[in-house]
């Protein structure tokens, strides 16, 4: 018979379930471009499954988007921001751009497919400080 100190509930660490716990306690572990490193200038080249995407930050979390749906449908050039990235399902980073093996989701819908590699390159001013 369980003590009143003994949790039901709590699930083995070892049941390899991704809880959105354990999801938030990995997240700073992710290899990928956060937010927060991301200055205006920037050019950020993700390929993923199926296409190639470009961004250009330009600021205060917004970015100038190429390839991929946006060249399919006509929008290359649209300005979006990122909603965040997702391990395919609803738990979203919003302070992440990209990281491999994640999926990008725009603020206008627009989901990726699985990222395979992310390449920041840095304007020539910054990247000599």
């Known amino acids: 018979m369980p003590t009143a100190s003994t949790s039901i509930r709590q699930a083995p660490a070892e049941s390899g379930v991704r809880t959105l716990d354990r999801l938030a306690a990995d997240a700073q572990a992710i290899d990928g471009v956060w937010s927060e490193a991301v200055e205006a200038g920037d ?38 921001r990122i909603a965040g990235c997702t391990w395919g399902g609803a738990a979203i980073h919003t302070r992440l ?14 989901r990726t ?16 400080h």
């Open 97 to 110: 751009v990209a990281a491999a093996g994640m999926f990008l989701e725009f603020d206008n819908g627009v």
């Open 43 to 80: 050019f950020i080249v993700i390929r993923t499954r199926n296409s190639v995407y470009a961004l250009v930050a330009l600021g205060e979390g917004r970015y100038r988007a190429t390839g991929g749906w946006f060249e399919a449908t006509g929008a290359n050039g649209s300005d979006v």
């Open 113 to 128: 497919t699985r990222i395979k590699d992310v390449r920041v390159f840095r304007t020539e001013s910054r990247s000599a």
